[in-house]
């Protein structure tokens, strides 16, 4: 869009508004993915949408610096510009909400497995120094990581 340079505000809004509708298009496509459980479906999308969310990110500091550029488009237009934009915010919390039941899912499963791989090296006994058996130190191959 920065590069198109638009002489006047009815374009320049015309511009956003192809701009979020296109990235709102991509992150629902992506979000779709991620609902179906195939967020590797989702990486085709990731270039792309990285690229328009900086552009859409750029344009609209600038237009919040300097709303005057965007002042002399018609009402219509504006109002369709807010209303791309509120599309837009539906679709990112969908898309937030996706991905956080994804990542909930994957913890529960790394963490089970981790809880399965310890009580399987649990069983094993070993012998200590003065012929005793000793438990098996508990797993220590996987790290799960809380943070993350």
Do not use: C, W
């Not at 550029?69 to 504006?78: E, N, P, T, Y």
């Not at 539906?90 to 981790?114: F, N, S």
Request: glycine share 6%; net charge positive; aromatic share 4%.
């Amino acid at each position: 869009m920065a590069d198109a340079n638009p002489n006047d505000a009815a374009e320049r809004v015309e511009q956003l508004i192809l701009l979020t509708e296109r990235l709102t298009g991509l992150v629902a496509q992506s979000a779709q993915a991620f609902e179906a459980r195939r967020p590797q479906d989702a990486a085709a999308f990731v270039g792309e949408t990285g690229r328009l969310a900086n552009m859409y990110r750029h344009e609209s500091t600038r237009i919040r610096g300097n709303p005057a550029m965007i002042a002399g488009a018609s009402l219509v237009q504006r109002t369709r510009l807010v209303r791309a934009t509120e599309a837009f915010d539906a679709v990112l919390a969908r898309q937030a909400r996706a991905v956080e039941a994804a990542k909930t899912v994957t913890e529960g499963l790394v963490r089970t497995i981790a809880e399965e791989v310890a009580t399987q090296r649990q069983k094993g006994a070993s012998y200590g120094a003065d012929a005793t058996t000793a438990a098996t130190p508990a797993a220590t191959a996987i790290t799960l990581n809380r943070r993350a």
